[in-house]
């Protein structure tokens, strides 16, 4: 067999399993709606266990892509294929476990107490959300480019709806517990839509033309480097850039993770900030306040000195795009935390809301594992570590932010107080995604650069 023949056979492997991935979410979502609004235990645990199958393929295909990354020297249309499919499956995965808490829903008996109205709208959610997977399924199979603008649209539409089911849950009248159940659901759904979009722009940048540029050996090299590069064949991709590296080829410059880190402790600083200004009884600390609009204005300086220094540079250490994305997503990350203080400069004085005071705490542990994370573009020690830290950080983000809305509607607060309060959670929940986002960029970055 060919080399060729091989990697063709490898890849449609690849593709067949994204492929049956992408059927078993779309699958997974329409059957937990259903589940939800028929009070179908029986389906609601088939969804359930479904997750799991999922995440032993989502697994499963990455330790596949992992090993074929680490074992031999890659044609950088192969490494991009690679790379873009690394960052598509957690994207599933993710998207599989919504499913799921909705499926969850089921087993609490809702669907006998959601008014006929609210589940008018999470069944049109659930139908929008299904037709976009869809779409994007059939982008990913056909290499469809340009389908995120329109599933950005539909997206929207989803986000509308999640909005409607929201207020009709607190209208006057309605049941706290249940309207806190329906805000949850509400979010589940929301998400479904940002993940089917994320995969959508995901799959225009793995259709667009070959951004990697092909290696190519530097001229008049001596014997003894001509005998190193011969053996670096064997050591795959690292050892190539290595070599590189040595003839000027593969460039470094300091100044962009001097950039990278400076806006990484910015966020870290408006985090200790916020944390403050929501934690203060005695008032809204104007100090506190102060000090996070400083950092939201340093990090849009910090943000256009990286991207000058882009448009300046005519060799970078990364792709374009992938410093162009990590200076977006610093910035989304202080941006976040500036509309969560705004917000709550806005809310009830005399009332406040623990879940906050928690979740920004979460925020500032999620800066301090973005600042490792930072570091490790440089050093390269500890990478997974913090991954994984970051993570965990945002499901514990999520937890937070649903027990705060389940508190929100519990009946003790009053309809505007539950408007802002809402906010305030719903942006640094907001914030801390955003820490996520930051962790997907600059793991993509180490997997082309391992």
């Not at 999922?54 to 044609?75: N, T």
């Not at 139908?127 to 469809?144: G, H, L, M, N, P």
């Not at 009709?168 to 759904?189: C, M, N, Q, W």
């Not at 997503?329 to 509309?339: A, N």
Request: charge should be negative.
């Amino acid at each position: 067999m060919t080399e060729r023949s091989e990697w063709n056979g490898f890849r449609r492997r690849v593709d067949d399993t994204v492929a049956m991935l992408f059927a078993l979410v779309t699958e997974a979502i329409g059957w937990a709606t259903t589940a939800l609004l028929d009070q179908d235990l029986e389906r609601a645990h088939a969804v359930i266990d479904g997750d799991e199958d999922i995440d032993s393929r989502c697994e499963e295909l990455i330790g596949l892509i992992k090993e074929r990354l680490s074992s031999s020297m890659l044609d950088p249309e192969h490494l991009e294929y690679l790379i873009a499919v690394l960052q598509i499956v957690p994207e599933l995965e993710r998207s599989a476990d919504l499913a799921q808490h909705v499926a969850e829903k089921s087993l609490e008996h809702l669907g006998g107490q959601i008014s006929p109205r609210s589940r008018g709208l999470i069944q049109t959610m659930s139908d929008k959300a299904v037709q976009i997977w869809e779409t994007t399924s059939k982008a990913y199979r056909q290499r469809s480019r340009d389908t995120s603008f329109s599933l950005s649209e539909a997206d929207d539409e989803i986000d509308e709806l999640a909005a409607r089911l929201v207020s009709e849950g607190t209208k006057e009248g309605s049941d706290p517990e249940i309207a806190a159940h329906l805000s949850v659901i509400a979010r589940f759904y929301e998400r479904i839509g940002d993940h089917a979009v994320n995969l959508s722009r995901r799959i225009d940048t793995m259709t667009a033309p070959r951004r990697v540029a092909r290696f190519t050996q530097p001229r008049a090299l001596s014997a003894e480097d001509t005998q190193v590069t011969t053996k670096d064949k064997k050591g795959g991709v690292r050892k190539v850039m290595h070599t590189l590296s040595r003839f000027r080829v593969v460039p470094r410059d300091d100044a962009f993770f001097v950039l990278f880190r400076s806006a990484a402790v910015n966020a870290r600083e408006c985090a200790v900030a916020l944390e403050g200004l929501v934690s203060n009884e005695s008032g809204v600390d104007d100090e506190a306040l102060g000090v996070v609009r400083d950092c939201e204005r340093r990090g849009d300086e910090i943000t256009v000195d990286l991207l000058r220094r882009l448009d300046a540079s005519f060799v970078t250490p990364y792709d374009r795009e992938d410093i162009h994305a990590l200076a977006e997503e610093l910035d989304d990350v202080v941006d976040d935390m500036f509309t969560a203080a705004s917000r709550f400069e806005l809310a009830e004085r005399d009332r406040r809301l623990p879940e906050v005071v928690e979740l920004a705490a979460v925020v500032v542990e999620m800066t301090d594992e973005m600042i490792a994370l930072i570091n490790c573009l440089e050093t390269r020690d500890g990478a997974r570590f913090r991954l994984e830290r970051i993570e965990h950080l945002e499901r514990r983000a999520d937890s937070v932010f649903q027990r705060g809305l389940a508190t929100l509607f519990n009946g003790d607060y009053e309809p505007l107080e539950v408007i802002k309060l809402k906010d305030v959670l719903q942006s640094l929940e907001n914030s801390c995604n955003a820490v996520e986002v930051v962790s997907d960029v600059v793991e993509s970055i180490l997997v082309k650069t391992s």
